[in-house]
């Protein structure tokens, strides 16, 4: 199995590293996107994600991780149910399945297994990276590059939390949620106004420019690829460290509350940016209860807000023909007049 750089490893980014953070403590936030430049670690950081999320529990050989306390289950495990099998449960990992560019459909969503259906003669279905993904995390690398037909189906599917396949004569619904995780590079285009509204928070990175940092970086990344072993179990604590704060800050985000005062000014500094609907909204409230559990806090306050407010909205705004500033200053104009 290959070994992948610790979290807590990475140097900087601390936006990128937050936000990532903070869908694993409040998955309904929506995803994350992450546009930059090349080189500055969005793969390796989201790929160091794993090793941060706890086991979860799973109807043991279900192809779509079935959670064995759910009210509903697929149709996989109805069946088994039916023919009187009595379902197991087990731990897992939670996945962070890749979707790779260049992705087919049938790959994505599932198709008919051939070998089966010419050496047995059924019709047998093969799950897609979307039955992979459920109850865990889809990242795509240039995402910003991805056919149209996949952006609209995973629109689809990220809206319904449904992978529907009619094809060969197979009619097959299964559960897809999953939190999106995308990165790319501005540079080589962009992405369409519908799908960017999926994401819940996006983050900005850059080349670092301060020495110090660039050298720890490199250094850190040549001490593992010599080692990864070595390099691993020196970052054991504080990666173990990390992972509690993440499992403690989901079990103090039900208690976490919101005052009137504080949502009122996130509706105000969405009406003042004009977002369009009420997910920036939502976005902010939601990404605020996870910020407060994450800083250990009761309550969400203005503080909070303003943290996470150009996270939840940089990327909601409209282009504005007379101010060519970056969506991130306007956010920050914004915010200055109301704190």
């Known amino acids: 199995m290959a070994l992948n750089f610790p979290f807590t490893a990475i140097v900087a980014q601390d936006e990128m590293k937050l936000a990532i953070a903070l869908s694993t403590i409040e998955p309904?936030?929506?995803?994350?996107?992450?546009?930059?430049?090349?080189?500055?670690?969005?793969?390796?950081?989201?790929?160091?994600?794993?090793?941060?999320?706890?086991?979860?529990?799973?109807?043991?050989?279900?192809?779509?991780?079935?959670?064995?306390?759910?009210?509903?289950l697929c149709f996989a495990c109805e069946a088994r149910k039916a023919a009187g099998d009595k379902l197991k449960a087990n731990l897992v990992p939670v996945?962070?399945?890749?979707?790779?560019?260049?992705?087919?459909?049938?790959?994505?969503?599932?198709?008919?297994?051939?070998?089966?259906?010419?050496?047995?003669?059924?019709?047998?279905?093969?799950?897609?990276?979307?039955?992979?993904?459920?109850?865990?995390?889809?990242?795509?690398?240039e995402v910003n590059l991805l056919e149209d037909h996949l952006v609209d189906l995973l629109i689809d599917v990220s809206a319904s939390g449904e992978n529907v396949v009619e094809r060969e004569g197979l009619s097959i619904r299964h559960p897809a949620r999953f939190v999106l995780i995308g990165s790319g590079n501005p540079e080589e285009g962009e992405l369409r106004p519908q799908m960017l509204d999926r994401f819940g928070l996006s983050v900005e990175v850059r080349t670092p420019q301060d020495l110090a940092h660039r050298i720890d970086i490199i250094k850190r990344r040549d001490a593992?690829?010599?080692?990864?072993?070595?390099?691993?179990?020196?970052?054991?604590?504080?990666?173990?460290e990390f992972k509690e704060k993440i499992l403690s800050s989901r079990k103090r985000l039900a208690r976490v509350t919101i005052g009137d005062d504080v949502l009122t000014l996130a509706t105000?500094?969405?009406?003042?940016?004009?977002?369009?609907?009420?997910?920036?909204?939502?976005?902010?409230?939601?990404?605020?209860?996870?910020?407060?559990?994450?800083?250990?806090?009761?309550?969400?306050?203005?503080?909070?807000?303003?943290?996470?407010?150009?996270?939840?909205?940089?990327?909601?705004?409209?282009?504005?023909?007379?101010?060519?500033?970056?969506s991130t200053t306007r956010v920050e104009r914004v915010l200055a007049d109301f704190f």
């Not at 793969?43 to 043991?60: D, F, G, W, Y």
């Open 268 to 326: 105000k500094l969405c009406a003042q940016l004009g977002t369009d609907g009420l997910r920036g909204e939502l976005t902010l409230m939601r990404g605020m209860r996870a910020l407060a559990a994450f800083d250990g806090a009761r309550k969400a306050t203005a503080e909070h807000l303003k943290r996470l407010a150009p996270l939840a909205l940089r990327h909601r705004l409209r282009r504005n023909p007379l101010d060519d500033s970056s």
């Open 28 to 72: 309904s936030i929506g995803g994350v996107l992450i546009f930059g430049d090349r080189g500055t670690g969005k793969s390796t950081t989201i790929r160091s994600l794993a090793a941060l999320l706890p086991p979860m529990k799973v109807v043991t050989g279900c192809p779509y991780h079935c959670d064995p306390g759910a009210p509903t």
């Open 224 to 240: 593992f690829e010599r080692d990864p072993v070595a390099f691993l179990a020196q970052y054991e604590d504080s990666e173990n």
């Open 95 to 141: 996945p962070v399945v890749d979707m790779p560019l260049g992705a087919t459909e049938d790959r994505v969503v599932g198709a008919l297994d051939i070998e089966k259906a010419l050496s047995q003669g059924v019709k047998v279905f093969e799950p897609g990276l979307l039955a992979k993904a459920n109850r865990g995390y889809l990242y795509i690398d």
